[in-house]
């Protein structure tokens, strides 16, 4: 074969494996993380990506969103330093709320609110868009927890990959089949083993979801308007145009349920065989001796407790310990007056697959975020879960089911109570010997979560677009996706068979009483 055209075979094929990607995230904390890593990810299998972040959102304290170096290019906007300083105290008050166990739904729909005007703001900004625009992305990937991504991509004429940073809470977005009768619906707080209230609950609860997603839309009316005055958009229309829904959940922890084959599922990408520790940490760890140390961490966000006296509870329970605790806290937002007891090390920052992934590690404090959660898993880590706000409660369900650790109620947290919690957790081997199932369930699955996003997006990206995985019911009408016109013409054949076969028998009974009364006459 000639030279020309085996180079031209072989540019045609690099190209075909090649492609520019937008990522979009406009949440921080494990949100972010995620994006980074996968961002990180299509760049090293050879993708032009480029991940839009939007600041100005609830952010991880510390980090500078300055992206990787030698990695992804990285294109930031925010709504102005003074937005974004009212919007993180706002968001520190939320942080306090949390702790209290006060969450509700309302605060949920005020961030939204926030996350709606950033998003008129954002799509406002001619030169951002056209900048966008003009780089002519193959498909932008998006972080579907804030609506807004999804209009910035139908803004910029690009094809959709969905990532939901949970488990399967938004079922709205995604279109796939709900089997009420075992798989829970989102804060149902139930497992996948239902008696019959729990089926009662876990149905009406579906039924309030419709109501719950319809106000979270609304609060995006507005942009909508705005920015599409002539098109006929909604959100409930782009969440089903996805090419392919790409989940961070993993079936070491959640329920089995059926799933069509447009969703994929990467969760545990964070999760990795641990590195060596920083030299001062290693000698720290070391110190513990045999009795090993306790990973305590309330995510990416939630560094800092500001309720003093919720931190001297804590600070007493671990004080009952034996091991060592490292426990992410920024010193600087440490009560003056609240010694830290000696078995306890505060720390800024901590390389937590990496303390996870310690011979010596025996114990995960956790607020129960689905990232952390995978990597104790990972690594055979056993749990205490004090879910704050989200999935959080749902993910603490699925660790106490599969026996992975146990859960505290923040409004409960007592030395006594909180200490008896974390000491069942690591005497018991039972936890101990769940986490190392689980660890080797999720490790040998068949292919990575690396290689499953990296293979499913160029599958995608190759064919362009994903059309032959999605159902076609997701187009349907709802009665007709739920047999409801095929169920009424069944039961109006029927009622009309069964009027029929009355007016027959009524009509018979009537000749042989008038045939009686005639042979007595």
């Not at 920015?227 to 996805?242: D, G, I, M």
């Not at 059926?258 to 599922?265: A, F, I, R």
Request: charged fraction near 15%; include cysteine; hydrophobic fraction near 45%.
């Amino acid at each position: 074969m000639p030279a020309l055209p085996l180079l031209c075979a072989f540019l045609l094929l690099a190209s075909a494996h090649s492609a520019k990607i937008l990522t979009i995230v406009m949440m921080g904390g494990s949100h972010y993380l995620l994006f980074d890593e996968m961002s990180h990810v299509l760049h090293e299998s050879g993708h032009d990506v480029n991940m839009l972040v939007l600041l100005g959102i609830p952010q991880i304290p510390g980090l500078s969103y300055a992206g990787r170096k030698d990695s992804y290019r990285l294109t930031t906007w925010s709504a102005g330093d003074q937005y974004v300083s009212r919007f993180n105290q706002w968001f520190l008050e939320q942080q306090r709320e949390f702790f209290l166990g006060r969450e509700t739904f309302d605060m949920f729909l005020d961030l939204m609110s926030h996350f709606a005007q950033q998003c008129e703001w954002m799509m406002n900004d001619v030169e951002l868009m056209d900048t966008l625009r003009g780089e002519r992305y193959d498909i932008a990937m998006i972080d579907t927890f804030n609506p807004c991504s999804y209009l910035v991509a139908e803004k910029l004429g690009l094809q959709v990959v969905t990532v939901h940073g949970g488990n399967f809470w938004n079922v709205h977005q995604a279109g796939t089949t709900i089997p009420l009768s075992y798989v829970p619906v989102h804060r149902s707080l139930l497992s996948d083993r239902m008696d019959f209230w729990g089926r009662m609950k876990n149905f009406l609860m579906f039924l309030g979801s419709f109501e719950a997603e319809r106000r979270i839309q609304a609060r995006f009316e507005k942009a909508i308007l705005t920015h599409f005055p002539a098109a006929n958009v909604s959100l409930s229309q782009l969440y089903l145009k996805a090419q392919l829904a790409i989940y961070n959940a993993d079936f070491t922890l959640e329920f089995p349920r059926p799933l069509p084959p447009n969703v994929v599922c990467v969760g545990g990408l964070l999760a990795k065989p641990a590195k060596p520790l920083p030299q001062e940490l290693e000698d720290l760890v070391q110190a513990a001796g045999e009795d090993g140390f306790v990973v305590v961490s309330f995510g990416s966000m939630l560094s800092s407790i500001n309720l003093p006296g919720l931190l001297r509870e804590m600070n007493a329970a671990f004080a009952r310990l034996p091991q060592l605790v490292i426990w992410r806290h920024l010193p600087s937002h440490w009560p003056r007056d609240l010694h830290p007891a000696p078995n306890v090390r505060l720390v800024e920052w901590m390389p937590q697959n990496d303390l996870l992934g310690h011979p010596k590690a025996r114990l995960l404090v956790t607020h129960g975020g689905f990232n952390s959660l995978m990597q104790a898993v990972y690594h055979g880590v056993p749990v205490v879960g004090v879910p704050l706000f989200g999935d959080q409660f749902d993910n603490m369900v699925r660790v106490e089911a599969k026996g992975l650790g146990l859960t505290v109620d923040v409004t409960q947290i007592q030395a006594l109570h909180l200490s008896h919690s974390m000491e069942t957790v690591i005497r018991d081997t039972r936890y101990k010997a769940s986490a190392l199932t689980l660890s080797r369930m999720h490790r040998s699955f068949p292919f990575p979560p690396r290689q499953r996003l990296v293979q499913w997006m160029e599958h995608v990206l190759q064919l362009g677009g994903g059309e032959h995985l999605r159902p076609f019911g997701t187009q349907l009408p709802w009665y007709q996706y739920y047999l409801l016109d095929v169920i009424i013409a069944l039961l109006v054949a029927a009622s009309a068979l069964t009027c029929l076969l009355i007016s027959i028998l009524r009509a018979c009974v009537g000749r042989l009483c008038r045939a009686g009364k005639v042979k007595e006459e």
